[in-house]
């Protein structure tokens, strides 16, 4: 074949499909700290590896797990935290305390089914807290580029909250950068009724959109060479799909758009369906999952 990057990724794809029907992805995998999970409260060590999300009722992250009661273990575990204030951030290494459980299969048939989407995160248990003193930070640890991701997705927020009115700030956020904590039921109702509400979502395009906005600003406004231009468009656009969160439609448009960036930079023709079927193999590589 001429493109036997398609045939790979297709029969990755079959692959994966027939290991879902056999319930082999279902599984929890050994070693895996949900399979100490108990029902009963655990004390829990490791690192928060996602911001925390704030909602009315609670806040939310994901823990890498070093430890559980003593003992070496790995895996990611949802925590939910219902106690009022908190001083923990993202990359600190904490030590919580809370019931540690598995979430359950839903009771009513063709429900939304919390279990199997956790799942699909490779979350296998929650951790439920209830008392602030339950989380104690050891020592801070950020990744760099992560953390400047955050900087600036927290910025861009403030600024839209600061310049306009909470409703139109909301929308914007949603739109540009995923973020979707402010926007309130009838909002949502109206962009459902007027079949748009994927425009709140972070997609592909908004990697394209970035990428040309930037690319002409280097060429027409700063009057850089084409090269160049390019070069500097590949670290703008890895930091966008960190400060959106990097799902997976934003991970797919970014590796096409640095699959074209190198292309151009070897002056090559860019193939626009190797690049399609090259981002689906990386992504389902990483979690096989992800194709449902």
Known sequence: MKRPLIAITVSYILIIVLMELLGILNKIPAGNIARQSTGDIAVITGKIISE?????????????????????TKGNVLVNYYAEGNNFSYGDIVEITGKFFRPDTPSVPGTFDYKKYLFRKRIYALLSVFKNYDIRIIDRKPFFVRQL??????????AYEKNLHPSQAAVLSGITIGEKSGLTTYIQKIFIDAGVMHVLVVSGSNVA???????????NILRLKKKISLGLLIPIILLYAMIT????????????????????????????????FFAALIILIYNPLTLF
């Open 52 to 72: 925390p999300e704030e909602s009315d009722s609670k806040t939310s992250f994901i823990l890498k797990t070093t430890k559980i009661n003593g003992t070496d």
């Open 149 to 158: 991701s955050l900087k600036l997705r927290q910025d861009i927020l403030d």
């Open 209 to 219: 959109f970035v990428a040309v906005i930037f690319f002409w600003i280097f060429r």
């Open 245 to 276: 969160g990097a799902n997976p439609p934003v991970l797919r448009a970014t590796i096409m758009t640095l699959i074209v960036i190198f292309a151009l930079l070897l002056s090559r023709n860019a193939d626009i369906y190797q690049g399609i």
